[in-house]
């Protein structure tokens, strides 16, 4: 056994109601570039749909992930590395800016200037490609909210691909538009334990980091031959047109080091993303991967994890240089409780052999309101177990989604947010005593307690509960400043993530949002924001301890102390 950990992400979709304000904080962070404007790191998808790029789970096309061959060995969908080698100045297999979109903006400078004349002025959309005018076909929210539409149904892989499994999620999806069903999905990359895209990259330029598990793109090491656009089954790397470099979601991993949660977790209005550590045997992983039965992947993928809570694990993980704050965050990790302990997050398409880290909860919001205007009690027990093989989304469609068919854990997983909904009232109403065991929780083989404990987790818990992240280790605090006097980061190459370097008016956050010198940022900096983040007492937050405060330009001292 090796112990390794990782950081990882649930995702209540019962809660997500499809804002994109996780998509547009990320956007600004991280993608508000030249060269990046098609680029969505976070993206929130409305299912039954086409999904972005179009299609992106359609893999018999686009021949992302790992597949097994005779042998029972894994192997990339893209071919073997001869194949990928003779195409790897022409590949033929990547989404095109069709498949994505055309970005565009809108030519206001003519609602000014335009001549006088006997109409009025409009501001044309153009392409920030070429320049020139275009016609607005496809977005990348083009779709948003029409999932259940009978135009958009069949455009949906998984019902309108081929195969048996496509026929009946087919059968089940409703064809009138007064029974459409329809979800939100917010995707970032998967940050796999098993990454494709790493096997796929020739230059070795994508790499995925021993200490939390995230996977990123080394700028200087990148080639451009785009092989991990292909590999990646999620189609979550992409290429910068203009810098002629692959980028991919980073996990936000400076606010990670110090503590802090993903952008998107941060902002996100339903408070949905849970971030915590999972320990993991890293010597299980190859072979759950490798599980011939594809619906015997989750399961798989399962043994994989480690209880934190067993000393024989803490031991081992010591043993295997996991530092001991670590383990103390995987005991407390909530992923760790919704995906091993509860048992009701479930991985986005395992078939894919990727063995993700980014996990949801399915759905159950709308048999509660199915079974209400039917007239019935919508949060009791026994019409609740009762209607969830009937729900207006699915089983069979979310199985094709969470578990490669398999509707069992899926019907599981819906189970127990109907027992915790059915206990939490009795509850509430005072039919049943706190922490006593019920009906509803036997029924689903838990305890009053543990379904409470469940409650707390997905509706109540404040933000030290929903984001276990422990801090990057203080030995390598030094190696984590980022100065514009320390040459070579990658992150600041020009139309880097970074923005930064000697180049005037290219800063961290875009264009024109940098200066030509800038001034240390030091981790300190990150942990006095982390705490004006998370505390309650405004004042008690800006009274900042010696020696901890933020680092500031010189002779910024005194107009502080002034304010």
């Known amino acids: 056994m090796r112990v390794m950990a990782q950081i990882a992400m649930v995702m209540n979709l019962d809660k997500c109601i499809g804002c994109h304000t996780c ?7 991280w993608t508000n570039r030249r060269g990046m404007e098609y680029v969505w790191f976070n ?3 409305t299912r039954p749909g086409q999904g972005y790029p179009r299609r992106w ?8 992930g790992w597949r097994l061959n005779r042998r029972g060995a894994l192997t990339l969908r893209a071919g073997s590395r001869l194949a990928r080698m003779a195409n790897i100045f022409a590949n033929p297999v990547l989404p095109g800016i069709k498949d994505y979109y055309e970005p565009w903006t809108y030519d206001y400078r003519n609602l000014v200037n335009a001549p006088l004349g006997d109409d009025f002025p409009v501001a044309a959309p153009r392409s920030l490609i070429t320049g020139r005018p275009m016609a607005i076909e496809w977005s990348a929210n083009w779709d948003d909210d029409l999932g259940g539409s009978v135009e958009h149904r069949d455009a949906d892989p998984l019902v309108g691909g081929p195969g ?7 059968e089940k999806v409703r064809s009138t538009f007064e029974e459409t069903f329809m979800f939100y999905l917010p995707r970032i990359c998967e940050h796999c334990l098993n990454p494709s895209c790493v096997a796929s990259c020739p230059s070795g330029a994508i790499y995925k980091r021993a200490e939390d598990g995230i996977v990123l793109v080394d700028q200087d090491g990148c080639r451009g ?7 990646c089954p999620y189609k979550k790397v992409y290429f910068n047109h203009r810098t002629g470099k692959a980028e991919k979601c980073t996990f936000c991993y400076p606010r990670i080091e110090v503590g802090l949660p993903t952008v998107c977790s941060e902002t996100c209005v339903g408070r949905l993303r849970h971030l915590g550590v999972m320990l993991y045997d890293a010597d299980r992983v190859t072979a759950a991967a490798r599980t011939p039965d594809e619906q015997g992947l989750y399961a798989a993928q399962l043994g994989v994890f480690l209880d934190p809570h067993d000393p024989q694990v803490r031991a081992a993980a010591e043993r295997d240089g996991v530092p001991p704050d670590w383990i103390d965050a995987a005991r407390r990790s909530p992923v760790h409780a919704l995906i091993s302990r509860y048992r009701v997050a479930l991985p986005l398409h395992p078939e894919y052999r990727t063995m993700p880290m980014v996990w949801y909860i399915p759905p159950l919001s709308p048999v509660v309101e199915a079974l209400t205007e039917s007239g019935f009690d919508g949060e009791d027990a026994g019409h609740l177990f009762g209607a969830i093989d009937a729900l207006r989304i699915p089983v069979e469609y979310l199985a094709g989604l969470f578990t490669a068919g398999d509707p069992a854990p899926v019907r599981a997983s819906l189970d127990r947010l109907a027992a915790m909904r059915a206990h939490m009232r009795a509850v ?6 706190s922490g006593a065991d019920s009906d509803a929780a036997g029924a689903v083989g838990m305890s009053g307690r543990e379904i409470e404990e469940m409650y707390r987790l997905l509706a109540i818990a404040k933000y030290e509960e929903r984001y276990v992240i422990p801090t990057a280790a203080m030995g390598e605090a030094r190696g984590l400043e980022e100065s514009v006097q320390a040459p070579g980061c990658s992150l600041d190459t020009d139309g880097g993530p970074g923005m930064g370097g000697d180049a005037p008016g290219k800063g961290p956050f875009g264009e024109d949002s940098g200066r030509r010198r800038l001034p240390l940022v030091s981790l300190e900096t990150f942990h006095i924001l982390r705490r004006r983040q998370t505390g309650d007492d405004e004042a008690a937050v800006g009274a900042e301890s010696p020696g901890t405060g933020p680092a500031r330009a010189p002779g910024a001292g005194d107009q502080e102390a002034e304010r």
Do not use: F, H, M, Y
């Open 225 to 231: 031959w785009r092989q991990c656009v292909t590999g």
């Open 428 to 433: 509430t109403l005072g039919e049943a005593p």
């Open 23 to 29: 998509s547009v904080t990320c956007k600004q962070t």
């Open 164 to 170: 048996e499994r496509a026929r009946q999620i087919s």
């Open 43 to 45: 993206n929130v998808e």
């Open 57 to 64: 789970q359609d893999q018999d096309t686009w021949r992302g």
